[in-house]
């Protein structure tokens, strides 16, 4: 959906997130939007939803594909141990 001065509200300005004009799917970065290709010249295409899976990339909780599926509990300790 685009606001009514024609910006992408998942797209913030300034930021690395992107959106795929082929397959019209979010990304949180050029590298995982990078991620989501393959293919030289024209025969570049989009991984389907299922292979971008296989190849370890995620949805997070905010709807962008991101390259590696983040572990919750991971995430918790790490921050533990970068907050000392």
């Given at each position: 959906m685009v606001n009514s001065q024609g910006a992408d509200p998942?797209?913030?300005?300034?930021?690395?997130?992107?959106?795929?004009?082929?397959?019209?799917?979010?990304f949180s970065s050029v590298a995982s939007f990078d991620a989501h290709r393959a293919g030289d010249g024209d025969?570049?295409?989009?991984f389907t939803e299922p292979e971008m899976r296989a190849r370890g990339m995620a949805v997070n909780d905010k709807g962008y594909w991101v390259t590696k599926a983040w572990d919750r509990q991971a995430a918790s300790a790490y921050n533990r141990e970068a907050a000392h």
């Open positions: 998942k797209l913030p300005v300034g930021g690395n997130r992107c959106r795929c004009g082929k397959c019209g799917l979010y025969a570049r295409h989009c």
